[in-house]
C-alpha cells in the first residue's frame, strides 16, 4: 500500500446485513408512474424514456417501489440491479425482487456502486440459477451471502461523490459523441434527402444491392460463454450509431473450428439485430471494421455485404441508422413474444442509390468527423480506465 494512501478503514459485511425483503406490495387500481430498469442508466421512467409504454396493459400485479429501495432483476451478471433514486413511488414488474436499505449502516448509491463492482459482477455469474439466459438471477440467499466492503458513513459519501464525477465526465463525452452524430444524419439529410421530406435519387431494394445475402448468427447455449479465452461475439449491446463501441469488450465464448468457419465476421460486413425484446432495438446495425482477431455474430443477429461498386460503407450505414429505415423496420417486422424481423424484411427495404461519387462526398465528411470521434472516444476509455480502477481499489 502506498504512504500517502490511508488505510481502509471498514469491514467486510454479508449483503443480507444491509437489505431485507421487503413487503410485497401491488399496485392494485392505483395511480403510479412505471418504472423500467435499464442496463446503464438504472431505474428509469418508462414515460420520460420510451417512446410508448411497453408496461402490460393490466399493471395491477407490479409492485410499488418507493425510494431507496433495491430492485434486483435478471440477468443480474449484466448488472440489472439497482436503487429507486426516484422519490416518487412507482411500479415495476411483478418478477423482480424488492429489498429494503438500512439506511443507518449504508448509503443506498454507495450499494449501489458495490453491487456494480467488478467482485460483485464475478460473484452474479458464479451463483446464478436458471437454464433460461435472460431469467437467470441469483436466489434470495446467494444475494444475502454476497460480501462488500462497508466503510465508514463518511467514506462511503466521499467514494460517491467520486465516482459520480468520473461518470459525469463520462456521461458529458458520450454526449459529444450524440452531437457528432446528430452532425452526422442532419449532412446526410441535406446531401440525399429524408423519407418525410422526399429522397434526391431513386430507390433500390436492398436485397438486389447486397453481394452477401444475409445469414443468420450462432446461438450457443450461456455455459459456452466464459471470461477469457474463447472467441469474441458481437451483441447488439455492443452497437453504437452503427459501429461497435469496442472489440476488446465483447463477452467471449467457446467455439469449434466449423463454427468460427461459418460464422466469423469479415471486414465490411453489416450485422443487423434480427430479434429482441424490444422494437426500438430490432433492425439496430453496426458496420464491422477494423476485427482484431476471429469474431462470431449471434443468433439474434444476421450479416450481410453490400455490393461496394454502388454502395459506399458510410453511406449505408448513416441509412440503415436513420429513423427512415426504423419506420419500414417497424412495419416489416413480427411482433409476438419477441419483436423480430427476417431475411426477406431486410432483402425488401427500400434504400435512396444516388450517384457512387456523391455517397464518397458523404463518406468524406464522416471521416471527417470520426476524427473528433475517435479522440472523444480516447477520453472516454481513459475515463472508464480511472472509474474501473477506482471501484477495483474501493470495492476489492
Known amino acids: 500500500m502506498p504512504a500517502n494512501k490511508p488505510p481502509f478503514d471498514g469491514e467486510r459485511v454479508k449483503l443480507g446485513e444491509l437489505i431485507s425483503k421487503a413487503p410485497i406490495e401491488r399496485c392494485g ?11 446503464r442508466d438504472g431505474i428509469v421512467e418508462q414515460a420520460g424514456r420510451f417512446k410508448k409504454t411497453i408496461a402490460s396493459k393490466d399493471t395491477s400485479s407490479y409492485k410499488v ?21 426516484h422519490d416518487v413511488p412507482g411500479i415495476m414488474s411483478p418478477a423482480y425482487n424488492v429489498w429494503n436499505i438500512n439506511l443507518g449502516r449504508v448509503d443506498p448509491s454507495y450499494l449501489e456502486f458495490a453491487l456494480h463492482s467488478p467482485r460483485s459482477m464475478a460473484y452474479y455469474a458464479d451463483k446464478m440459477r436458471g437454464t433460461t439466459a435472460r431469467r437467470r438471477t441469483l436466489t434470495a440467499d446467494g444475494l444475502r451471502e454476497m460480501e462488500i466492503l462497508l466503510p465508514s ?62 445469414q443468420n448468427g450462432l ?23 452503427g459501429y461497435i463501441e469496442s472489440y476488446e469488450n465483447l463477452r467471449r465464448l467457446e467455439c469449434s473450428e466449423s463454427e468460427i468457419e461459418i460464422y466469423s465476421l469479415r471486414e465490411n460486413d453489416i450485422v443487423i439485430n434480427r430479434v429482441n425484446g424490444s422494437i426500438e432495438r430490432v433492425g439496430k446495425i453496426a458496420w464491422i471494421y477494423g476485427l482484431v482477431e476471429p469474431t462470431v455474430f449471434e443468433s439474434n443477429m444476421m450479416r450481410f455485404h453490400v455490393d461496394e461498386s454502388r454502395l459506399d460503407l458510410a453511406y449505408i450505414t448513416a441509412f440503415l441508422n436513420s429513423s427512415d429505415i426504423r419506420e419500414q423496420i417497424k412495419s416489416r417486422a413480427r411482433i409476438a413474444n419477441q419483436c423480430s424481423i427476417n431475411q426477406g424484411n431486410v432483402a425488401d427495404l427500400d434504400i435512396p442509390l444516388p450517384p457512387l461519387a456523391l455517397q464518397q462526398e458523404f463518406a468524406a465528411f464522416v471521416a471527417e468527423v470520426d476524427k473528433s470521434r475517435f479522440v472523444v472516444q480516447q477520453k472516454i476509455e481513459k475515463l472508464q480506465m480511472l472509474y474501473d480502477s477506482l471501484a477495483q481499489e474501493y470495492f476489492g
Do not use: C, W
Open 29 to 39: 387500481d392505483g395511480k403510479y408512474p412505471v418504472y423500467s430498469m435499464t442496463m
Open 65 to 85: 417501489v418507493k425510494k431507496n429501495q433495491l430492485v434486483v432483476g435478471f440477468p443480474i451478471d449484466e448488472g440489472v440491479i439497482y436503487v429507486q433514486h
Open 153 to 214: 458513513v463518511d467514506e462511503q459519501v466521499r467514494v460517491v461523490n467520486t465516482l459520480d464525477e468520473v461518470r459525469s465526465l463520462i456521461k458529458e463525452a458520450n454526449g459529444q459523441i450524440a452531437m457528432l452524430d446528430t452532425l452526422v444524419k442532419s449532412r446526410f439529410v441535406e446531401m440525399f434527402g429524408s423519407l418525410s421530406s422526399g429522397y434526391k435519387y431513386e430507390t433500390r431494394k436492398l436485397g438486389t444491392l447486397l453481394s452477401v445475402n444475409p
Open 219 to 241: 446461438y450457443k447455449p450461456q455455459k459456452f460463454y466464459i471470461g477469457e479465452g474463447g472467441v469474441p461475439i458481437v451483441r447488439v449491446d455492443a452497437f453504437q450509431a
